[in-house]
């Protein structure tokens, strides 16, 4: 290269550096003045993590067609890399190449950068197509994806032929591990030496300035996750969706109603996010009109902590009336018509978080504003009063275990299991139903068991979800005291939101206990044959899966095991089955708030259930069942009946049993 090139390159590179460098500098600067969070822990997991979510993209290729051309994208882009780099010193360091230090290794990589620059174009081929002619619902054209793909086409084409004009010329001996490189060669062997020289240099400066110009754009752009998303991927949450973090009431204010009320991890989840739409899928908020929409809800915080003024993320007590998130950004009814079901973070390759997100801004509502749907402040009542959301006495807690002669710890207080049987279980007609099945069935195969009785409380759950964290820890605490009082170390519930408060929220209070669903249990009873269901029952059924139970706990199979294992049953799957479930609207609270806008959730699970053709459904969650049957009845479908699996076990049970 002449050495006047040299100084002009010199001189492009430092300043596209630099104007890089000032762009990192205001995306970080937000990080930076975020609150802190530990994302560094048991560094082997998230290193396996990266590999298995980040470089082959096992949540990207659940789309089949779309991962295929990602993966192709994704590490021709990786490859490439290293070529781009050689480019560049190229340019600083005329007579560097740092392919002929490699030696035999770097024919090998000569090859591989070749099949995969074809590769990528056929990927980039295979996304515009998709684009133009069979675009997803959840997926919008935009100009920002339209400019990466023709940057990345442009990085691919311009090395093609700058490496077709060398071979055109000088007809170097790695050639023949070129194979693309060189079918270019072959279109340019007519032209002179001179116009490949023009051409080798035009492909050069177009692949840099491509390159420099793609990196530069990217800060200001959705495809900003090229440069966060492997950070994301390995910073990600280890045990997503099942626990929220407790709240440090040390703070001078509770929740988030500013932007850097956020971790630095939430705020790179903004970041991260490429607008696939796949977390708007199976959403049941997005699906029945509701204003949030997973996507456009992290969007919309992304472009308010991007119009945030540097100065006002550096005060620490930037005060919230001045640009609050709530309200102009994020409306009241965004916030609270999340179910919590987890589908949205279940669906994002990049694991971005949507939950914690949104139960700290009602955290905010409720604690700082007292501001909380007027139905919510029934169920904070009860919890607090008589230690149950439906504000029924205490005292008729055993009431559904009339006649059963149900042990309580104090009677049985070596039992192998205690038998946790929540609010649902105790005081709804539907639940007690399935507390007594359970009972039924752990007798029959000999399960030694015993109950709290009295001493039983709500988990909470639905308190902390609604953002009432002070009720939600005084309940753990207290129930975390009796259990740990009783020396408890295993526990059953029918309850999939006790399970997952139990088995993965208590531990944060110093409550460890072994604790299983009781299909799981059941399950297990059938497996070592302590447990027979000989009786017919005979239905054409199809199974909900509760989110807290497959999403949450990765239970899908115990259900169906008892299912496939009751005499007469036959199961036809919804279309949203197992992890990829559809909420039936009751979760994160929603049980006891009214539901005023779009269609209604239940309704619409309904009828996902009827488009099956069964003729009733089976639940495995007390909140499911009360949701769907009331779908059933209010849609005139009163002969759907749903139908917990334990009941349908119970009923299954040898007649002498």
Request: proline residues 5%; hydrophobic residues 45%.
């Amino acid at each position: 290269m002449h050495p006047l090139n040299t100084w002009l390159f010199w001189g492009f590179v430092v300043l596209s550096l630099g104007v890089f460098a000032y762009s990192a500098y205001v995306r970080l600067y937000a990080l930076f003045h975020a609150r802190r969070a530990n994302r560094i822990d048991h560094p082997w997991k998230r290193l396996k993590n990266l590999f298995i979510y980040a470089f082959a993209q096992k949540r990207m290729v659940r789309d089949k067609y779309a991962g295929f051309f990602h993966l192709m994208i994704f590490w021709g882009f990786v490859i490439l890399l290293f070529r781009s780099f050689e480019l560049v010193t190229q340019g600083l360091f005329p007579g560097v190449h740092f392919m002929q230090l490699l030696g035999p290794a770097g024919l090998g990589y000569e090859l591989l950068k070749d099949i995969f620059e074809v590769l990528v174009l056929v990927g980039v081929a295979l996304a515009a197509i998709r684009r133009i002619f069979a675009r997803p619902e959840r997926l919008k054209n935009s100009w920002d994806a339209t400019f990466t793909l023709a940057f990345i086409a442009l990085l691919m084409i311009s090395d093609l032929g700058a490496d077709g004009a060398v071979i055109a010329m000088h007809h170097p001996a790695w050639a023949s591990w070129a194979p693309a490189s060189t079918l270019v060669a072959k279109f340019m062997a007519p032209l002179a030496a001179s116009q490949l020289t023009v051409i080798f240099y035009s492909m050069w400066w177009l692949h840099v300035v491509t390159l420099f110009g793609f990196l530069n754009f990217l800060p200001y752009s959705k495809h900003f996750h090229v440069l966060t998303a492997l950070v994301n991927v390995f910073c990600q949450d280890l045990e997503p969706n099942k626990a929220l973090k407790r709240m440090d009431f040390e703070m001078e204010h509770f929740g988030a109603n500013r932007i850097q009320d956020f971790t630095w991890k939430q705020m790179l989840d903004l970041y991260t996010c490429t607008e696939c739409g796949r977390c708007k899928e199976v959403c049941p908020t997005t699906i029945t009109g509701k204003p949030l929409k997973p996507k456009d809800y992290g969007n919309d915080l992304r472009d308010y902590l991007y119009k945030t003024p540097l100065k006002d993320l550096a005060q620490d007590k930037a005060l919230p009336e001045d640009r609050p998130l709530i309200g102009p950004t994020i409306s009241e009814d965004t916030i609270w018509a999340c179910t919590t079901c987890g589908y949205c973070e279940h669906a994002c390759p990049l694991f971005i978080s949507f939950v914690d997100k949104l139960v700290e801004m009602r955290r905010y509502l409720t604690l700082e504003e007292s501001n909380f749907p007027e139905e919510a402040q029934t169920a904070f009542r009860g919890m607090e009063r008589q230690g149950n959301p439906w504000n029924l006495p205490r005292a008729d807690r055993m009431a559904w275990a009339d006649g059963l002669d149900v042990p309580t710890i104090g009677d049985n207080p070596d039992a192998e299991y205690l038998f946790w049987v929540g609010c649902a279980g105790s005081y709804d007609d539907h639940g007690k139903n399935v507390s007594q099945s359970l009972v039924k069935l752990m007798r029959a195969a000999g399960v030694s068991f015993a109950v709290l009785g009295e001493e039983e409380n709500c988990t909470g759950d639905s308190a902390r979800r609604l953002g009432n964290e002070y009720l939600f820890e005084m309940m753990a605490e207290g129930n975390v005291e009796v259990l740990n009082g009783h020396g408890i170390k295993k526990i059953v519930t029918n309850c999939p939101h006790c399970l997952n408060t139990l088995k993965n929220e208590y531990p944060q209070f110093g409550g460890d206990y072994d604790v299983v669903h009781g299909t799981q249990l059941v399950s297990e009873l059938l497996a070592t044959s302590r447990l027979k269901l000989t009786q017919e029952v005979k239905e054409a059924l199809t199974f909900h899966d509760p989110c807290y139970l497959a999403r949450y706990n990765k239970e899908t199979d115990a259900p169906r095991t008892i299912l496939g294992a009751i005499p007469g049953i036959t199961v036809t799957e919804m279309e949203h089955h197992g992890e990829n479930t559809m909420c039936c609207g009751a979760g994160g609270g929603r049980m006891w708030l009214e539901e005023k806008l779009g269609t209604r959730i239940n309704h619409e699970r309904l009828d996902q259930a009827l488009a099956t053709g069964a003729k009733g459904l089976a639940v495995s969650c007390p909140f499911c069942n009360v949701m769907l049957n009331n779908a059933a009845a209010e849609t005139e479908h009163q002969d759907f009946v749903a139908r917990d699996v334990l009941e349908l076990a119970a009923r299954a049970l040898p007649q002498e049993a």
